[in-house]
């Protein structure tokens, strides 16, 4: 099992969809199936047993994904394998069309465009179901926060712009507030990389607060 991991591993540092589904899984009577020692979640990966479609009212489900792809992103990379139940671990399968594209498109209304996911259909079967594979690279340099806010239906906050997901075993947990800055200075991110991530926001911003103020003053001046 250790070099079944440091080939998971290798897969994710190198983007290969195709080495990953192959070292974890095997086709039996057409159907893929977890390969023996891969039948749990551990810290590089993760299973869910759909995938959400594009659709707006799916917008929930994405800020899970979300969560998740940061929470790898933010520890040394890893894995989310769509298509896999999670009480048995059996295929499941995907319905919803999703390619690289689609699915950078709905996580990045909550992470940005700092990095990116490539993802992959795999074990395509005769009724179009399939498995899917997303590959989260490992941050480069300074830890990444979430870009807007999720609210639950109940109204529950789920997380916050600047919060930060990690990986913890094989879960993902959500830092918010005093507890995210408390973990960057425990890590030892840097004064000037936290001061460097808060420039490019206000560059990022600051012309749309211009714009906004500069909008009010005419509404104002009009009356």
Not at 118 to 132: A, N, V
Not at 167 to 193: A, C, Y
Request: glycine letters at 8%; aromatic letters at 12%; proline letters at 3%.
């Amino acid at each position: 099992m250790p070099d079944g991991l440091n080939i998971i591993q290798r897969a994710i540092d190198q983007h290969d969809c195709r080495l990953l589904s192959l070292t974890m899984f095997e086709e039996l009577k057409g159907i893929p199936t977890l390969r023996m020692g891969f039948g749990h979640e551990r810290r590089i990966w993760d299973f869910k047993s759909e995938i959400p479609s594009v659709r707006k009212d799916d917008r929930g489900l994405w800020a899970g994904i979300a969560a998740d792809v940061l929470a790898f992103h933010n520890a040394n990379g890893g894995a989310l394998i769509f298509g896999i139940r999670d009480h048995d671990f059996s295929f499941s399968g995907c319905n919803e069309h999703i390619d690289t594209k689609s699915f950078n498109d709905k996580i990045r209304y909550y992470l940005g465009d700092r990095f990116y996911v490539t993802f992959s259909r795999e074990f395509i079967q005769p009724d179009q179901k399939y498995l899917g594979i997303a590959i989260i690279p490992q941050r480069k340099n300074e830890y990444i926060r979430f870009r807007r806010e999720y609210a639950k239906p109940n109204g529950e906050i789920y997380f916050s712009k600047g919060d930060i997901a990690i990986r913890e075993g094989d879960e993902t947990k959500i830092l918010r507030g005093r507890e995210s800055t408390k973990f960057l200075v425990n890590r030892g991110q840097s004064i000037v990389g936290t001061l460097l991530e808060l420039t490019r926001l206000v560059t990022e911003y600051l012309p749309l607060i211009i714009r906004s103020l500069c909008i009010g003053k005419i509404i104002v001046n009009q009356y």
